[in-house]
């Protein structure tokens, strides 16, 4: 039998020992009258049949689950009394653990032993000293959070992977998810930095850097990802381009040079692009190099909309600005070995738009040049402001004329503003247009998931009976939600000055309470949903690819909405329906179906499930038909999805890429390609590192070249959850990663 391993309470991972179950069952069966005691053989048997059922769910399971194997095990073989002495024994010790349910998971996290937590975040690194200080308090967060602040009935369903509170470790704190940053009104306007008056930059580059701080604040004052727009910045060339002509000036002055006009401007351009690139190399290393307060680089995104700007010259300004920042990322960052790899940050999204989706647009050499840093560095990720000016419209707005914007890091979106021609300036920002739809400074509350293949299961192929949970689960999720709004109620805006007090978010007195930015559309908070596919399979034996299954694929969405809808109506809070990007929780679902419902072909036989609406990643299908199927889902996905097309190394092949790029441009709103760009240490291989199992099992990362398995020896980047991800992911993620089937042969 293969070595198997264990996931103790405390995470830690152990080898696999069936002499303890043994004993366990034993220990049980010497307690009972004889005539109800087990023989030798009858207990080594039961011990023999529960490491079969270990071995087969090829991951290491956890000792709960392996207890509960146990139970049934001993249940099967006749043994009641014995199963009794079991279940009071297993929950005498759960009492016991209950009078202190942190310190094991918190000593687990110092030794580097925990397997949940180590894999949690694919961009946090679990070694350093940051980073196990804010999982340490994360797993304090986590405890106080379920047994003081969340009902008890949230609680369980979390627990059992019925639905999932996300970012629960953050939760005893009044701190919100994810947000737009309003970059343009701090730096025209200042800001404040930890006590420290920032003033309106006199500099491109200087407006780059004070960028990078702002990054920064706003990263350690929330959980969730941010966004900035480059046009916040575009201004800012100008600025620098009069600085340097009057410079110029006094330097031929000085010299007594003299200089047509024509080479003056000529000198003066090529020092702007200087500039630029200074500027834009800030942002690029400061981003990457900076560590926030929870011990990881911010997780930003910068948007790339040359309709942003609010003339032909600023729009020539950001063009230039643009194409550094793709230069920038083309060419990577030097890893420990000084060998150029991809970043995970930040995070880039260009506009795809009249003016550069197609050859001879002024813009097109833009377009060619994000596809061939998609090709080598798998961002940037697209929008087609055509899809997107279709389906969001804020009030007064007609179908094609309107809006387009970011989302708030990684594919969570903002409603459209539905005030009438804006909020009054309810965050008294001083960049206020009246009239004009606002996004830059709002905000996400959170967001809870309904676990929909958890659903489907326990409807038993019974429709009414699935509509009937399915209610009563998502009536959950929005008592759960209001608990993220109300844990937000009442916040003064001196919990984050950087947010609240100096334009990040809003402008508003020391000591006022942010109440009035929770309501009325200007933030949103997102019910999540995860397993549409698994969900639609289980419960008619179809795949969304087939009629039937896109049919009830489309009407869950549907119904979805339907409560996001009524919610909103009754309580004038802008919930939202939300595609999860599951990371690490993928697996936590996976675990627990497979807990609840055993193994299930085509449902529950994976340590993963789907992402929101996605098409299985084993599924044959062409990156056009995925997009064209996954747009009809996109567009019910309004709180935010991203689809993908998983593509081999295009690099020599970038009129594909630009084909792929202008399908999204007609036919969806907000799609991204999935490349591979990996490196070994060791043996200086450049190219894709392998997964393959290991003599226990366990999928484990691999050079082919050379065979180095060591994780610290390997740089891997991947995208997971709409992010860049660089540290390694746990077993149910990287099983989906090694599954992913090409999109484009």
């Known amino acids: 039998m293969k070595q198997m391993k264990i996931i103790k309470r405390s995470g830690e991972e152990k080898p696999f020992d069936i002499s303890k179950i043994a004993n366990a069952i034993r220990k049980a069966s010497q307690v009972v009258d004889i005539k109800d005691a087990l023989s030798e053989g009858r207990i080594n048997l039961i011990a023999e049949e529960v490491a079969g059922v270990c071995a087969g769910r090829d991951r290491a399971m956890t000792v709960e689950e392996i207890q509960d194997v146990v139970e049934s095990k001993i249940m099967e073989m006749g043994s009641h009394e014995i199963a009794k002495k079991y279940i009071v024994y297993r929950y005498k010790r759960a009492l016991a653990r209950k009078a202190n349910t942190t310190d094991e998971q918190i000593l687990s996290l110092i030794e580097c032993n925990n397997e949940d937590v180590k894999q949690e975040n694919s961009n946090k690194n679990p070694t350093i000293n940051s980073v196990q200080r804010d999982y340490m308090a994360g797993e304090v967060s986590k405890d106080v959070s379920s047994r003081l602040l969340l009902p008890a009935d949230v609680v369980q369903a979390h627990r059992d992977g019925v639905i999932h509170f996300h970012d629960m470790d953050y939760f005893a704190q009044h701190m919100h998810n994810c947000d737009l940053v309003n970059l343009e009104d701090m730096l025209q306007n200042g800001t404040v930095i930890s006590g420290t008056m920032i003033e309106r930059p006199h500099s491109f580059s200087t407006a780059c850097n004070i960028a990078t701080q702002i990054i920064a604040q706003v990263a350690s004052n929330q959980y ?44 003066v351009e090529r020092r702007v692009r200087k500039e630029i690139k200074k500027g834009v190399q800030t942002i690029q290393y400061q981003v990457v190099t900076l560590m926030t307060t929870n011990g990881q680089a911010p997780f930003v995104t910068v948007f790339m909309y040359l309709g942003e700007a609010r003339s032909d010259a600023e729009r020539k300004d950001l063009a230039m600005i643009i194409e550094e920042v793709l230069n920038e990322r083309i060419l990577g960052v030097k890893n420990e070995q000084g060998v150029y790899i991809t970043p995970a940050f930040p995070k880039l999204i260009y506009v795809l738009e009249e003016s550069n989706v197609r050859a001879g647009s002024p813009y097109w050499y833009l377009t060619e040049l994000a596809a061939r840093c998609t090709a080598k560095r798998m961002v940037p990720d697209y929008i087609s402001e055509k899809k997107m000016r279709e389906y969001k419209l804020s009030t007064g707005e007609e179908a094609g004329h309107g809006d387009c914007y970011t989302c708030m890091g990684c594919r969570s979106f903002l409603t459209p503003d539905r005030s009438e021609g804006g909020y009054g300036n309810v965050a008294r920002a001083k960049n206020y247009e009246p009239g004009k739809p606002k996004f830059y400074g709002r905000f996400n509350q959170g967001v809870v998931t309904i676990n929909l293949v958890d659903v489907a299961l326990s409807a038993h192929g019974d429709m009414a009976k699935f509509w009937d949970i399915f209610e009563e689960r998502c009536e959950l999720c929005h008592k759960a939600l209001r608990c993220r709004h109300e844990r937000l109620l009442g916040t003064t805006s001196d919990a984050a000055p950087i947010l609240w007090q100096h334009g990040a978010l809003a402008r508003l007195d020391k000591g006022e309470k942010i109440d009035k930015l929770l309501y009325g559309g200007y933030s949103t908070i997102s019910l999540g949903y995860a397993g549409l596919w698994e969900c639609v399979y289980a419960l008619i034996g179809k795949k969304l690819t087939e009629p039937e299954g896109e049919k009830l694929g489309l009407e869950i969405m549907e119904k979805l909405n339907f409560y996001t809808g009524k919610w909103k109506k009754a309580e ?65 996905s309004p709180g935010g999805a991203i689809s993908y097309v998983e593509v081999p190394n295009m690099q020599q092949n970038i009129p594909a890429v630009l084909s792929i790029m202008q399908y999204i441009y007609d036919h969806i709103m907000y799609a991204e390609l999935n490349t591979k760009s990996d490196y070994c240490q060791v043996c200086g291989f450049d190219g894709e590192i392998q997964i393959v199992k290991d003599e226990a099992g366990k999928l484990i990362w691999k050079c082919p070249k050379c065979g180095n398995a060591d994780e610290s020896k390997l740089n891997v980047a991947r995208r997971t959850c709409g992010y860049i991800g660089s540290q390694f992911w746990n077993q149910g993620r990287t099983q989906e990663i090694k599954e992913r089937v090409l999109h484009v042969s």
């Open 224 to 267: 969730g990802g941010q966004s900035i727009s480059l046009t916040h910045l575009a201004p800012f060339v100008d600025v620098s381009r009069q600085a340097i002509r009057k410079e110029l000036s006094a330097e031929l002055a000085e010299a007594g040079v003299e200089m047509t006009g024509e080479a003056f401007d000529a000198v």
């Open 572 to 636: 004038n809070i802008d919930y939202s329906l939300y595609g999860t990007p599951l990371e690490s929780t993928t697996y936590k679902f996976a675990k627990c179906l497979q807990k609840r419902f055993g193994t299930i072909k085509g449902v529950t036989d994976k340590n993963y499930i789907t992402n929101s609406y996605h098409i299985h990643v084993t599924e044959p299908i062409d990156a056009f038909s995925k997009l064209a199927l996954e747009s009809k889902f996109q567009k019910l």
